[in-house]
């Protein structure tokens, strides 16, 4: 067995041992643990690299590799780190020299732990972006389903958290299908920026010896080579491109709760939480709450402080490595962590939930066909700025006098507009209001039918 200096991969120059201090602040071990299975991979690929270079010969090649999969079952199988063990790079050595004795003092020929770390991390956040992804495409699969089942449910849409217009139940579920679509499009995107490999960039210069790197590229799986050994080993972009995509899909998750919170409220009762996503109270027997709607929408602020964190790190930082970049494993590993125990909870409570139709549409009360009212007058003739004026005056009046629109003699529509005629009342109807958008990407009937058939395809396409 190695000794616990021994495996050090650094302190030659050094005559005396690093304070006890330096020692625990430097230690990384405990978060960077983590990457142990990226790590056997890339150093797998490196002796490939090694020997294609005529560092190793074929046997010590085999040798490496063979050792790298016994280190690999020794971590899986919960091998206990040692406490000398400054990071993960450090564990994995001292357990191939373990396992394979002094030639694996060869591996690290040509390669730092700049490099080392970047391959790591960026094949991490390449594996974190399809998790995430998946996840998401869960939860639009669940509001795909909840919005077939509303069918043609109407309810209040709003603006200002005021009651705005009717529109179709699917067509509010389906606007956060559609948030969650461009998060789709940002965690690929996240993706497709991690994979681009840095190993073979060395500690900043580049490596002395010929490692092809195409086929590092190719063992690894990445998609292009680094075009610069100073911005490889510096370059953590790729982390704020994961960790943006997680704070936006947390915030999109953060909405979507929100409006759940409120119509689920006694004061709206639109939906009803179901028993399995919600919790009680340890004082009042009779309450429900949607906690794991409030956890979700608590987790934007979480992820959007482990963004702040990293663009914070980065913004003061010198080109090249700085070992302020460790911490950029904390703020990603935080943000992934949260939001894949966050949207199966969504997912969950969404699909439990219970829609009430009848007290949705008992809430379109007449007042919200106002603009169908000024629409009225244009198709008379008349500007909508006259149109929006008189059926202003219109609104005024059912205020003042405590009524709905609806409830107003024709004696009040003609005096608001010479133009309103007895077939104005017919403008008042919400059903007709939803049906009279009918235009792409509007909460007509047909539309939604067509949003909906939309849905299904991009999930299809990307499945």
């Known amino acids: 067995m190695s000794s616990p200096e021994s495996h050090k991969l650094w302190g030659g120059r050094f005559a005396s041992p690093t304070a006890a201090a330096l020692d625990a602040l430097n230690r990384s071990i405990g978060v960077d643990f983590r990457l142990w299975p990226f790590d056997v991979k890339l150093s797998k690929a490196w002796a490939l690299g ?33 406490p000398s063990d400054e990071d993960v790079h450090t564990l994995i050595d001292r357990l191939l020299h373990d396992a394979v004795g002094d030639v694996a003092s060869k591996l690290h020929t040509g390669r730092s732990r700049n490099d080392q770390v970047a391959t790591d991390t960026r094949m991490w956040c390449a594996d974190a972006c399809a998790q995430v992804r998946s996840a998401v495409r869960e939860l639009q699969h669940t509001l795909v389903v909840r919005a077939e089942e509303l069918s043609d449910a109407a309810m209040p849409a709003y603006t200002h958290l005021q009651r705005a217009q009717p529109v179709l139940a699917s067509h509010w579920v389906l606007a956060h299908f559609w ?30 010896f010929s490692v092809p790197r195409d086929l590092l590229r190719a063992e690894l799986g990445f998609e292009r080579i680094s075009q610069n050994s100073i911005d490889a080993v510096g370059d953590r972009d790729f982390v704020a491109d994961l960790i943006f995509a997680v704070t936006m899909t947390a915030t999109h998750l953060s909405r979507l709760a ?28 009779q309450k429900r709450n949607p906690d794991a709607l409030e956890l979700a929408r608590g987790s934007a602020a979480r992820a959007s402080g482990d963004l702040f964190t990293l663009l914070a790190t980065l913004k003061g930082l010198p080109s090249g490595y700085n070992k302020d970049l460790q911490d950029d494993k904390r703020a990603v590993f935080d943000a992934v962590d949260m939001i894949l125990l966050v949207l199966p909870a969504v997912s969950g409570a969404v699909g439990e939930l219970r829609f009430d139709s009848l007290k949705m549409r008992a809430a379109l ?91 299904r395809a991009t999930m299809a396409r990307s499945a």
């Open 258 to 285: 929100e409006d759940l919170i409120i119509f689920g409220s006694s004061e709206f009762g639109f939906v009803r939480f179901g028993d399995t996503f919600s919790t009680g109270s340890s004082m009042m027997p």
């Open 365 to 455: 009360s007449s007042g919200l066909m106002a603009t169908d009212l000024a629409d009225y007058l244009v198709t008379k003739g008349i500007s909508f700025r006259d149109a929006h004026a008189a059926v202003g005056a219109l609104v005024r009046e059912s205020e003042e006098k405590g009524c709905e629109l609806s409830a107003l003699p024709s004696s009040s529509f003609t005096a608001a507009h010479a133009t309103f005629g007895s077939d104005a009342s017919e403008w008042l109807s919400a059903e007709k209001s939803i049906s009279r958008r009918e235009i792409a990407g509007g909460t007509g009937g047909k539309s939604v039918a067509e949003q909906l058939s939309a849905a």
């Open 50 to 82: 090694l020997r294609e270079a005529g560092v190793f010969s074929a046997q010590e090649c085999e040798t490496i590799r063979k050792g790298l999969d016994s280190v690999a079952a020794l971590l899986a199988s919960g091998k206990i780190v040692d």
């Open 179 to 208: 948030s969650l679509e461009r998060d789709i499009t940002r965690l690929e995107s996240a993706r497709s920026a991690a994979l681009v490999l840095p190993l073979g960039s060395g500690a900043i210069a580049g490596s002395a």
